[in-house]
């Protein structure tokens, strides 16, 4: 039981030097992965009744940032994007069942970033109906233009398009 214990507390002092070392900013970045971060608050479609439609947050530190779309809804759906060094990946956790993941595309700035299906679980991409693209464009702070591609049948479908305008934006620290 001593050798358990000493061994959690090990662990413990490990995990906490460890996010101390991460907290001072040693992690590597984009400037993209930046303008995701920049992207926390709510969002609302633009022209639309003012509801929130779109909801951003940086969490796990800075290394990821999770979009909820069309919160409390019953299709409401997530994505979560991170960096896998200095790529940036999202899994898109949809309403449809499935959680394609995307690779940006390596010119990703911070006013445009395009991505691209690499796989993911729950779909057989010959057949199942899946988010095979998504490109963020960024008009200006305020202003985001998703498009989502689809695939089904092996073959590209239509695309979702949202023209988002932040309501909320996140208290500063």
Known sequence: MK???MFATLLTMTATAHAGEMAKGERPTTPAFEKLKSLAGDWTM??????VASSWKVTANGSAVVETLFPGAPHEMVTVYTLH???IHLTHY???GNQPEMKADKRADAKKIAFQFVGGAGINPKKDMHMHSATLAFTDADTLHEEWGTFADGKPGDAKVFELKRIVAPAAK
């Open 3 to 5: 050798l358990l214990t």
């Open 85 to 87: 060094g200095k790529e």
């Open 94 to 96: 949809c309403a449809a």
């Open 46 to 51: 633009a022209g639309g009744e003012g509801g």
